[in-house]
């Protein structure tokens, strides 16, 4: 049934089938080249994307080490604290939802609508934190309603809790939330957003071992981002983090805050043993609560810190630098002695007051202290026997001897922050100032004035250095580490040098110094019957004379000087050597007795007797000078 | 028996059991993405597909036995059929994500655009297929596109581009191989480039715009129309080699591939089974295409083979699209994968044109 042309029409037809199939073919080959190169190989990337689609981690925060005193008491620990959160899924009417969660806790209506008005961008799926670190009744209250208000949940957040307050609030330190700078910083490579670190004192310098190692938990989520299950195979566990043995004593800690807070004056202390180096009590006043940090971040209560003019944030131990007065007499007599400049027995004159290149320098006792030996010159604390021990030193002798005695640099604490002490010399001077060192100016220095300027810390390592014959300990609080199962001790700092000071040297300044407190001296507050404590006063002039004159009556600061009180007992036997630093009370007079309250407290504890009672108000005799804003000084410094 | 026994030989048994085996892994990947994790069972989705796999072989079979020059005589009543049905759409319709593409008939829906491409294959089939016309003469050209047209309108309309688009591949495809000369396929080459800026401008929605900007650049919209494109990419993409396993896909499981038991369905597919899947579906589907042809080919009249590349040409370039999409590579569209995606009325649709190419090869020697 051919007709004309069907012939070609055939042809045609299958000619153009043929492209067809071969557009079919070549079509379906450009297909499954393409899926090749999707699926095969860009394979890691996409299963990677997909990945990252539907697994969250999820962090399980590892608990902060726990921090110890020697005895194994709790200084530092965690704690769980409660958030209160709204589910919003869960919730029919936000509002309402609110205002029943404030009528049932008590909190504020406006403060919760601003929360959730904080978090209302948030995924849906994430509770809402309404009320964080709620008291017990609250989350009491919320768990009664379970029922009633089921979109209302209960969170538990672990919390670092600080359980004596405010005590050693310095040595402790304090944790946050790792800030943006810090993340940035090779020191916490690997920390996320969130993650709580140590701010300063040991949380801060053993951040790394206190911390331990977050773990997490991986959820598959669903496009919306909730979570539809757990992966348990895949969980890491968290490390905790490392236990601290610190070597403070917490009886010790407790007697001397008590004792300081009662004298009524801010400042700084330590007490430590001579012969290692060990921190066994140490303060720094006015403090800060660092639980304020943690516990419900509290920040009217910080921003209240930060503005006062006492600045409660620094560690006066470490920070504060102030010039030691007349407690710079010990490394005086040993320089003396150590070059044979003087022997024990040498003896000058006081007339009151002498002249050093045509200047007239004071003693602070009316009329002179007469005839001197070294003995009775460290008793009394005569300035003319010092100033004219100072003249004939020079100042790079001085230098020199109180470098090896711990009253230059830092003292090298496992502490952040320390600060450099500085007993100046010819080469600091030219240095620094670009002059040069004055003789004039050695007369200061030797009662511990001028440019000299030392941590508390500093003058205590140097009193530990005397203490135990010469060596310069590195002080540490540090005892020992538990790293999971089983205690490790740190190995202490090595010592700074070796100072070789002769016996009979060493027995003249001790004897010196325990006549300072149990003699005619200064420092007779200081003294327990029987315990044969040594020690010596000292004025840290808070400026000059001059300046107070200038300054009468134009300043709301307390322009009064400081008083220091150095000591180590027993003096044949040294077992605790220290600083007490009390702000404005003009005299180490004030000082002495908190020093002695916790040496008895100390003493009591070694022989097994009852410890003394904490003092509540005044420490008994106790006088404290009427407050004046401008002292103007009538006598010389150093006493 | 219906058929005579006669024609059985000439069934071709490669071609049915590709286009089986397609519309049976199909359902496996609509049981999975449907799948409840928690209980396991599948969604209703596949329930509807499981009752519609039966209909549609049952209406592959009714196709199959009448003779398809008996359909392509009455192929204008047929195509006048889909007319008042896309009418009464129009009026009737059951609206659905805001189309009015279906009719309720008792208890189920219908969609009758879907069977638009049988309809609109019959009747050019028979148009050029029968006496001496061909599509050489502008006149015959218009005029066939006419017979498209109609449909086309009533389908856009609803709206549905998709499904209008698969009607014009059936056109195409039938006058390409009734003669269509190649200086015309040059001159219409050259006026649909000139005409993209006005189709641009005025035939184009908003949204459908959007869909092209996004498809060049998926990140400028990655939480919208985007994320489509970019999810369907990272579901292939993460298959890998071997897939990861019946019902263990993440993107289409957790819901980060979206309409994966629809459009996606293929993306789906691929992130189970992996490119080894993808290769054999996509040698079933080049299997079901070439010995479509090849009916074509062994026609014995210009009817039969018309009717064949116009269904196939409909069918196939849903196909290619589809997949194409489903890796990301095309831009969303609202086409599903012919055989494998859900839907009753696109499967019935799709299996009673498979009737009919089997119809055309069957009965090759009969007169």
Redesign the interface.
């Known amino acids: 049934m051919l007709?004309p042309?069907a012939y070609e029409?055939r042809v045609?037809?299958?000619t153009?089938?043929l492209v067809?199939?071969i557009g079919?073919?070549a079509?379906?080959g450009v297909?499954?080249i393409?899926?090749?190169l999707?699926?095969?190989l860009?394979?890691r990337?996409?299963?990677e994307?997909?990945?990252n689609?539907?697994l969250r981690a999820i962090p399980l925060r590892a608990p902060r080490g726990v921090i110890l005193d020697r005895h194994g008491q709790v200084l530092v620990q965690n704690r769980v604290s409660f958030t209160i959160g709204i589910n919003r899924e869960l919730s029919e009417d936000l509002n309402q939802t609110v205002e029943m969660l404030a009528r049932v806790t008590g909190a504020d209506v406006a403060k919760l609508r601003e929360k959730l008005e904080k978090h209302r961008r948030e995924p849906a799926f994430r509770p809402i934190p309404m009320i964080e670190h709620a008291t017990d009744p609250q989350v009491a209250a919320v768990r009664a309603r379970e029922f009633e208000l089921p979109e209302v949940i209960v969170q538990i957040m672990p919390t670092r809790t600080y359980p004596a307050g405010s005590l050693a609030a310095h040595l402790f330190g304090y944790v946050t939330e790792i800030n943006s700078t810090q993340l940035e910083q090779p020191e916490f490579a690997g920390l996320q957003a969130g993650a709580l670190i140590g701010q300063a004192g040991i949380e801060r310098a053993y951040n790394d071992r206190l911390m331990g190692r977050d773990g997490s938990r991986y959820v598959?989520?669903?496009?919306?981002g909730r979570e539809?299950r757990d992966l348990p195979d895949t969980e890491e566990r968290p490390v905790d983090g490392q236990r601290l043995q610190l070597t403070i004593d917490l009886d010790l800690q407790r007697a001397l805050e008590a004792a300081f807070r009662a004298s009524g004056f801010n400042g700084a202390a330590v007490f430590m043993a001579p012969g290692t180096g060990e921190i066994l009590a140490m303060t720094s006043l006015p403090a800060y609560d660092p639980n304020a940090f943690s516990g419900g971040t509290d920040s009217d209560a910080i921003s209240r810190w930060l503005d006062d003019k006492l600045r409660p944030f620094q560690n006066r131990l470490i920070q504060g630098r102030f010039s030691p007065g007349s407690t710079f007499k010990i490394p005086m007599a040993i320089a003396g002695l150590g070059e044979r400049v003087i022997d024990p027995n040498h003896t000058e004159y006081c007339p009151g007051a002498w002249t050093f290149y045509g200047r007239p320098f004071r003693c602070h006792k009316e009329g002179g202290h007469g005839v001197v030996n070294l003995r009775q010159a460290i008793e009394q604390s005569c300035n003319v026997y010092f100033y004219k021990l100072g003249d004939r030193l020079k100042i790079d002798t001085i230098h020199a001897y109180a470098e090896k005695l711990g009253l230059v640099g830092t003292t090298g604490i496992d502490l952040p922050g320390e600060n450099s002490s500085l007993v100046p010399s010819t080469e600091w001077k030219q240095k620094t100032i670009g002059e040069p060192w004055y003789p004039g100016e050695t007369i200061s220095v030797a009662i511990g004035q001028g440019y000299v300027s030392v941590t508390p810390l500093a003058l205590a390592t140097m009193m530990a250095t005397v203490a135990n014959g010469g060596t310069r300990v590195t002080p540490h609080v540090v005892k020992a580490i538990h790293n999971g199962t089983d205690w490790t001790p740190m190995p202490p700092p090595p010592d700074k040098g070796r100072i070789a000071i002769a016996p009979e040297h060493l027995q003249a300044v001790r004897d010196g110094l325990w006549l300072a407190v149990n003699g005619a001296g200064t420092a007779i507050r200081g003294r327990i019957p029987g315990r044969d404590v040594v020690g010596k006063t000292g004025t840290a002039q808070v400026i000059s004379r001059q300046g107070a004159q200038a300054a009468a009556g134009r300043t709301d600061l307390d322009l009064r000087d400081h008083g220091w009180f150095v000591f180590f007992a027993p003096r044949d036997n040294p077992q605790i050597a220290g600083v007490v630093l009390a702000e404005h009370s003009e005299h180490g007079y004030f000082a002495a007795p908190i020093a002695r309250f916790v040496l008895e407290t100390y003493f009591a504890k070694q022989a097994g007797e009852p410890l003394p009672p904490l003092p509540q108000d005044a420490l008994p005799p106790f006088w404290v000078p009427p407050a004046r804003a401008i002292t103007t000084p009538t006598g010389a410094g150093g006493q | 028996m219906i058929v005579d026994r006669r024609l059985l030989p000439h069934l071709d048994l490669p071609l049915l059991g590709a286009v089986i085996a397609l519309s049976l892994i199909g359902l496996a990947t609509v049981y999975s993405v449907t799948m409840d994790?928690s209980t396991g069972q599948p969604g209703p989705e596949f329930w509807t597909q499981v009752y519609a796999l039966p209909i549609g072989f049952a209406a592959l079979l009714v196709c199959l036995v009448i003779d398809y020059r008996t359909l392509t005589q009455r192929s204008l009543f047929l195509y006048g059929a889909l007319v008042i049905a896309l009418v009464a759409v129009m009026y009737f319709g059951v609206v659905r994500g805001g189309s009015r593409r279906w009719l309720a008939l008792g208890g189920f829906t219908l969609q009758p655009s879907e069977f638009g491409r049988l309809a609109v294959a019959l009747v050019l089939a028979a148009f050029y297929g029968e006496s001496?016309r061909?599509a050489r003469s502008l006149f015959e050209l218009a005029s066939g596109a006419i017979l498209l047209g109609v449909p086309v309108v009533l389908i856009l309309n609803q709206p549905d581009l998709g499904t209008a688009a698969t009607l014009i591949p059936v056109y195409m495809?039938i006058v390409?191989?009734a003669?269509l000369r190649t200086k015309w396929l040059a001159i219409a080459g050259i006026v649909g480039l000139l005409l993209t800026p006005v189709v641009w401008s005025y035939v184009l929605a908003d949204y459908q715009k959007e869909r092209v900007v996004t498809f060049l650049d998926p990140s400028k919209d990655p939480r919208g129309s985007g994320y489509q494109q970019i999810?369907a990419?990272?579901?292939?993409?993460?298959?890998?080699?071997f897939g990861k396993g019946f019902g263990a896909g993440?993107?289409s499981g957790?819901?980060?591939l979206p309409v994966a038991h629809n459009d996606f369905v293929y993306s789906a597919f691929?992130e189970q089974y992996?490119?080894f899947g993808?290769?054999v579906t996509?040698g079933l589907?080049?299997i079901v295409?070439?010995r479509s042809?090849d009916a074509?080919?062994l026609a014995k009249d210009?009817v039969g083979?018309f009717l064949v590349?116009g269904i196939l040409s409909g069918f196939?370039f849903q196909v290619?699209y589809n997949?194409?999409m489903s890796?990301?590579?095309a831009p969303v569209k609202g086409l599903t994968l012919p055989l494998m995606s859900y839907g009753g009325s696109s499967l019935l649709a799709t299996l009673a044109g498979f009737g009919l190419i089997l119809n055309v090869r069957m009965r090759r020697f009969t007169n």
Do not use: C
């Open positions: 007709t042309g029409d045609n037809l299958q153009r089938l067809l199939r079919a073919i079509a379906f297909l499954a393409s899926f090749w999707i699926q095969v860009q394979n990337r996409y299963e994307l997909a990945i689609n539907h598959i989520v669903n496009s919306r539809i | 994790p001496r061909s495809g390409f191989v003669g999810q990419k990272i579901t292939v993409g993460s298959g890998g080699l993440t993107q957790y819901g980060f691929a992996g490119f993808v290769l996509l589907y080049l295409i070439l042809l074509a080919r210009r083979a590349v196939g290619l997949i194409t890796a990301g590579l």
